[in-house]
Structures are given as C-alpha cells and as structure tokens.
C-alpha cells in the first residue's frame, strides 16, 4: 500500500488471544535487518496478470521464503510504501509485508503468511472513507470505505499461527494487502467513475520507483 495523501480493541472469539503478537517491539530493528538482507526489486502495476488472480498459498516456510520476505521489505522501503504483498513484485505466493504506522502513531513492522480478514459482527463495522493509494497503481488515490478496525490472521515464516489487529491506517492497510493476494486492487472496490478517475491520474503521474512494464 502506498503511503497516505497527505485505543484499545477487545479480541473476538474466532481468534485466540494467544495467537496475537506484538508488531511494535523493536520495529525499527527488526525492519532494518530485512531490509538491509533484501534486495529491492521492481513493482509490478495493474494489468499485470500475476495481480489480478488469486496467489498460492505458502506452504512452505524455509529460507526461500525468508529471502523473498527480506526482498519485499527492501522494495517496499525502495517505493516508499507501507505494505507490500509478493505478487507486487511478481511472486505467486500468499504473504505481505508491512511497516505502518497506526492513527496513534504507533509503528507496526512484521510479515503475514496465508491472511485471512476476520469478518466483523455488524456494531463493530464503523467505517472509514479516507483515501487510498497503491504502489501497483502509481500515483493516484482516491477515498474509499473500509473498516476502520480489522483482525488478520495466519501464520508466520515459522508456519505458526497467528493474529494482528490493527485500527485506522494499520487496519486500512491489513485489508488492502490481503485483497491483494485475494486478486484484487483497490481500485476493483470503487464506482466506475472514481476507478476511471485513479487509471488517469496514474496514467498523468511518474511513478518514483522502479516498475515493471506491462507488456
């Protein structure tokens, strides 16, 4: 997820308690290991096959899987994002990666294995219409509703369990990197209109990384 244009939560019963981990602790270190392992790669952009079909999932949790995670934090730290998933950067596999600050700004760093959103019971889906950008879709925004509260579960690089949850921007990003390994950008959530309205504003703007053509 691209960076933005310009409390307490309790813990449902689908999700033990015990599967929530803390993405706080030692943020920066733990983000900058990646990175600095990593290797920055290009993002690929709408219309690029691999984003617009479902990702496998990851079954296996070994050192491929740990390169690629150290990969994703270095090219997202390369485009300036805040979340990234693997098809953004051509691979067929279902985790992201994220380093988003919440709206307390509180940082959250970690990576998520095979997510699944929680869904919400029908008093706790107070929604958010703030804007929304994607480093697949350079350049443009545009608001859209989401949940301002979202659980996210699924595994580590360790294949175990586990959960994140996140209000605000962070809750905002947990939903937008797990709809893209469902398949989907944001942009398949607007009107027409507003749809039409992000693919001519990224086709007007330059992107600030590097990206892969479509062909």
């Given at each position: ?37 990593g290797t920055a790669r ?101 608001p859209l509703a989401r ?10 690089l360790e294949g175990k ?55």
């Amino acid at each position: 997820m691209a960076q933005q244009d310009s409390g307490g939560q309790q813990v449902t019963e689908e999700t033990s308690a015990s599967e929530f981990i803390d993405d706080t602790v030692d943020a920066d270190e733990r983000e900058k290991a990646h990175r600095e392992r990593g290797t920055a790669r290009p993002i690929t952009v709408v219309g690029n096959p691999v984003l617009h079909k479902r990702c496998k999932d990851v079954e296996r949790f070994d050192d491929d899987l740990l390169r690629l995670v150290d990969d994703m934090f270095a090219s997202q730290r390369a485009a300036e994002g805040v979340g990234l998933a693997a098809n953004q950067i051509g691979v067929d596999l279902r985790v992201f990666v994220y380093d988003c600050m919440d709206d307390q700004g509180v940082r959250h760093v970690g990576a998520i294995c095979n997510p699944v959103i929680e869904d919400l019971p029908a008093d706790r889906r107070v929604l958010d219409d703030s804007n929304e950008g994607c480093l697949s879709v350079p350049t443009a925004y545009a608001p859209l509703a989401r949940p301002d509260y979202a659980i996210c579960r699924g595994q580590d690089l360790e294949g175990k369990p586990i959960a994140v949850e996140g209000t605000g921007y962070f809750a905002r990003c947990l939903q937008h990197e797990t709809d893209h390994l469902d398949g989907y950008l944001y942009i398949d959530r607007l009107s027409k209109r507003d749809r039409k309205d992000a693919l001519r504003q990224m086709a007007e703007g330059t992107p600030r990384y590097e990206t892969v053509p479509n062909d």
